[in-house]
C-alpha cells in the first residue's frame, strides 16, 4: 500500500478463511520511497504522459521489491498479492457526471517479479458500479473492528477518512472527512525543506491563525454529504498556493511558518470533528474512535483530536495489536480475499455504489 502521502510502501502478509473471517497478521514491514521517487510521484498529476507512462513501471518494480522483502524477511510465501497502486488523480463522480480514477504500479510487472498472481484494480471496480471508488476499506473495517457497541475507525493519511461500523454491514458508512496530513507536509516541504512535521512539534511551536482557521473550514467539501471522497486534486498543491497567496504581509513575520503548520494541524482536527458533528453523531452511537495512519503519530494533532472529540475515547489501532502501518496494507489483502472467491467487497453505503461489486482484477505471472 502506498497512499496520498506517498513516502513508501506498507506491507502486510496476512493469513485469513472464508469471507468475513478475522485475519492473522503473520509479518509487516514498511520501505520508504527514495527521494527522487517521491518527488515523480508529487509531480505526476502534471506530468507528459511518457513520465507517467516510465513511473507506472518504476512503481510496479518498487511495489515487487517490497513484496520480495517482506517474503524473503519473514519466510512465507503468499498465494496473492494485493496491490491498491499509486494512486495519481481521482475525480469522484459529480450531478450525474461520471467520475474517473487513476492508480499506476502495473500489476503485470509484479506478477512477472515476484511469480506471484496480483490482484489489482480496486478502485475503478467500485466506480463502473456508480460509486464514489473511495473509501475503500469500510468491509475491512467491520472485518477487523465488528463486535459490540459502534466504533469510528479513523484513519488519518494524506487525506482523512473514517468508517463507521455497526453490527451490520449494511448499516456501516464511510467517507473521506477531508484533509490528512497532505497540507502539512506540502508547508513543511515548502517552507522548512523536511517531508513532515514530526510529532507535530513545529505545530506546537505556533500559534494557529483563527481568521485563516475559519475561512479554511468553510471549504465547501467539508459541507457536503456523503458518500464523497477527495485527495490532493483539492487539499494539495494548489490549496497551499492559495493560502500563501493571501498571506503576503503576515509572511513577514518570524513566526509566519510556525503558525501555519499549526493552522493545518487544527485544521485538520476541526474538520474530522465537524465531519462526525454534521454527519455521524446524530445517527450512530459512537462509542470510540480507533485512531490510524501517520497522523497518529503526529501526537500535537491525535492530542487536538482527543481535545475535540471529547467525551469520546480516542485509543490508537496498536491497543488491537495491529501495527498502524500495516492496517491498510492488511486492508487491501483482506478486499483481495474476497476478489480471489468471487465475492463483492464494497460497500454502497460508503461509496454510494448503485450495486455490490466484485472489486479488482487478476494478473497472473
Known sequence: MSGTSHDGVDAAIIKIGETGSWPELLFSASYPFPKALREEISAAPRAAADEVCRLNFRLARAFARAASSCIGASGIRPDAIASHGQTIFHIPPRKGRPGSTLQIGEPSVIAGLTGIPVVAGFRPADMAAGGQGAPLVAFADHVIFRGKGTKAVQNIGGIANVTVVTPSIDNVIAFDTGPGNCLIDIAMRTLFGRPMDRGGRMAA????????LKRLLAASYLKKAPPK????ELFGEAFLARILEGAKVKKQKPSFAA???STLTHFTALSIRDAYRRFI???????EIILSGGGAKNVYLAGLLREVMSPISVNRIEDYGIPGAAKEAMSFAILANETLSGRPSNVPGATGAGRKAVLGGLYLP
Open 259 to 261: 503558525d501555519l503548520i
Open 281 to 287: 453523531l446524530g445517527s450512530y452511537p459512537v462509542s
Open 229 to 232: 471522497s477527495t485527495g490532493r
Open 205 to 212: 511551536r505556533g500559534k494557529p491563525d483563527r481568521a485563516l
